[in-house]
């Protein structure tokens, strides 16, 4: 630095001699320098946008970006170059390439951002390799809220684009040289996303689901093709539904069960159970259904009240989910009927699935004492479809139910 200059008289030389854009933000994103190359690119005089925040100059599409930047620099983490776009005070958008550095004060405190920006037309770009044409798609696929990736015929990416996986911070470029299997993290060449690359290989399109990380992707996958029709690898499209996927759930779980006791409803038992007809009559597999029914409710709900009632409901419902395998389904069919779907049961072991049920809620030790009465049906002995099997388990719980009634009555 010569004798007698100062860091601030530099600075404004050099923010009035350079032919860039030189900029600097604050923390917060507001502009403090602006240079007369940035007047010449952008179209906006320094009075006019010194202690504006730059977000103003950016395209919808770049804020998030932007925002990620200014969240970042606390941590000193902006020191790269891209491309990118901003607004001219005309309206049009202009084409950059940018370079940006922390500022640090005395004491070596991050207070700001430099940033130096090239403006790009369309004919500097296509010096670089790229056509007009292949510069506005390749922008847009940059900015394009999926993750694009293509590979060669050995599965290793060539390119990844988009911005459909920023919860990731992946970026444009960074899984060239990577294999699929590292990518997805999915190293099974017969699981279903390694299998359809495969497939595209051989000229097959295909749809599908996967969850990557934490993320749900919805995958469209393609052979990708040479000019002569010729394929050169595969191209894919994953767009993240993880919070459509989520909101899809939630709603089909409150359809399908009752908000009470967490089981399946009467709409969901059934219509698992016709499947299992179907199933088990393809198979030959036999299979039990079980009727159950809360001795005594209205009593609980008129001596203790309807909140007793419902405890008692749902101490009833644990026995059920305690006594159920995976492939079981246990059911609310509403007020005091329950049912369970045993898959692959044969006859002696629904009976004794029946028995511990009763014992369990006989025994739980909690007050008031509940007891359970159940009527069961065995597949295909007791009935072929669906409304039979119930109609069977019906008959068997209300023999039940007559003979308690009949050994009260006794006991009074």
Same mark, same amino acid.
């Given at each position: 630095?010569p004798?007698?200059?100062r860091?601030?008289?530099?600075?404004?030389?050099?923010?009035?001699?350079?032919?860039?854009?030189?900029?600097?933000?604050?923390?917060?994103?507001?502009?403090?320098?602006?240079?007369?190359?940035?007047?010449?690119? =952008?179209?906006?005089?320094?009075?006019?946008?010194?202690?504006?925040?730059?977000?103003?100059?950016?395209?919808?599409c770049?804020?998030?970006? $932007?925002?990620?930047?200014?969240?970042?620099?606390?941590?000193?983490? &902006?020191?790269?170059s891209?491309?990118?776009?901003?607004?001219?005070?005309?309206?049009s958008?202009?084409?950059v390439? &940018?370079?940006r550095g922390?500022?640090?004060?005395?004491?070596?405190?991050?207070?700001?951002?430099?940033?130096?920006? $090239?403006?790009l037309?369309?004919?500097?770009?296509?010096?670089?390799?790229?056509?007009?044409?292949e510069?506005?798609?390749?922008?847009?696929v940059?900015?394009?809220?999926? &993750?694009?990736?293509?590979?060669?015929?050995?599965?290793?990416?060539?390119?990844?684009?988009?911005?459909?996986?920023?919860l990731?911070?992946?970026?444009?470029?960074?899984?060239?040289?990577q294999?699929?299997?590292?990518?997805l993290q999915?190293?099974?060449?017969?699981?279903?996303p /390694?299998?359809? $690359?495969y497939?595209?290989?051989?000229?097959?399109?295909?749809?599908?689901?996967?969850?990557?990380?934490?993320?749900?992707?919805?995958v469209y996958?393609?052979?990708?093709?040479?000019?002569?029709?010729?394929?050169?690898?595969?191209i894919?499209?994953?767009?993240?539904?993880?919070?459509?996927?989520?909101s899809?759930?939630?709603?089909? =779980?409150?359809?399908?069960?009752?908000?009470l006791?967490?089981?399946?409803?009467?709409?969901?038992?059934?219509?698992?159970?016709?499947?299992?007809?179907?199933?088990?009559?393809?198979?030959?597999?036999?299979?039990?259904?079980l009727?159950?029914?809360?001795?005594?409710l209205k009593? /609980?709900?008129?001596?203790?009240?309807h909140?007793?009632?419902?405890?008692?409901l749902?101490?009833?419902?644990?026995?059920?989910?305690?006594?159920?395998?995976?492939?079981?389904?246990?059911?609310?069919?509403?007020?005091?009927e329950?049912?369970?779907?045993? /898959?692959?049961?044969?006859?002696?072991?629904?009976?004794?699935?029946?028995?511990r /049920?009763e014992?369990?809620?006989?025994?739980?030790?909690?007050?008031?004492?509940?007891?359970?009465?159940?009527?069961?049906?065995? =597949?295909?002995?007791?009935?072929?479809?669906?409304?039979e099997?119930?109609?069977?388990?019906?008959?068997?719980? =209300?023999?039940?139910?007559?003979?308690l009634?009949s050994?009260?009555?006794?006991?009074?």
């Open positions: 630095m004798r007698g200059a860091s601030e008289d530099l600075l404004a030389t050099l923010l009035e001699a350079a032919e860039d854009a030189i900029l600097t933000l604050a923390l917060d994103g507001k502009i403090q320098d602006w240079s007369r190359g940035a007047e010449h690119l =952008y179209g906006y005089t320094a009075a006019e946008v010194l202690g504006v925040p730059l977000a103003r100059l950016l395209p919808i770049e804020v998030a970006a $932007h925002d990620t930047l200014l969240a970042a620099a606390a941590h000193g983490k &902006v020191q790269y891209k491309t990118t776009e901003r607004l001219h005070k005309s309206g958008k202009v084409c390439n &940018v370079k922390v500022i640090r004060d005395a004491c070596g405190e991050i207070t700001g951002i430099l940033e130096i920006g $090239h403006g037309s369309l004919s500097s770009l296509s010096r670089n390799g790229d056509t007009p044409g510069t506005q798609l390749r922008m847009l940059e900015q394009m809220p999926v &993750v694009l990736w293509t590979t060669d015929q050995h599965l290793r990416i060539t390119s990844n684009w988009g911005s459909g996986l920023r990731t911070k992946i970026r444009p470029g960074e899984l060239v040289g294999t699929v299997f590292e990518f999915c190293h099974d060449p017969q699981a279903i /390694i299998a359809r $690359h497939e595209a290989l051989r000229g097959s399109s295909s749809h599908f689901e996967y969850k990557h990380k934490s993320r749900v992707l919805d996958l393609e052979p990708l093709r040479g000019a002569s029709g010729e394929i050169l690898g595969c894919a499209v994953g767009l993240d539904i993880t919070q459509r996927k989520k899809f759930e939630r709603v089909l =779980y409150q359809a399908t069960h009752d908000a006791t967490g089981l399946a409803n009467y709409r969901e038992f059934v219509d698992t159970l016709e499947g299992e007809v179907r199933r088990s009559d393809r198979s030959q597999h036999s299979f039990a259904a009727l159950l029914d809360l001795d005594e009593s /609980i709900n008129d001596r203790l009240g909140l007793a009632g419902n405890r008692a749902k101490r009833l419902a644990a026995v059920m989910k305690q006594h159920c395998r995976s492939t079981d389904l246990a059911a609310r069919f509403g007020g005091d329950f049912a369970l779907l045993l /898959i692959d049961s044969e006859p002696g072991r629904a009976a004794q699935i029946a028995a /049920i014992q369990c809620v006989r025994e739980d030790g909690i007050e008031p004492a509940i007891s359970v009465s159940i009527g069961m049906a065995v =597949y295909p002995e007791d009935g072929r479809t669906a409304q099997l119930l109609d069977s388990a019906d008959r068997g719980l =209300y023999r039940r139910k007559r003979a009634v050994r009260s009555m006794t006991a009074s």
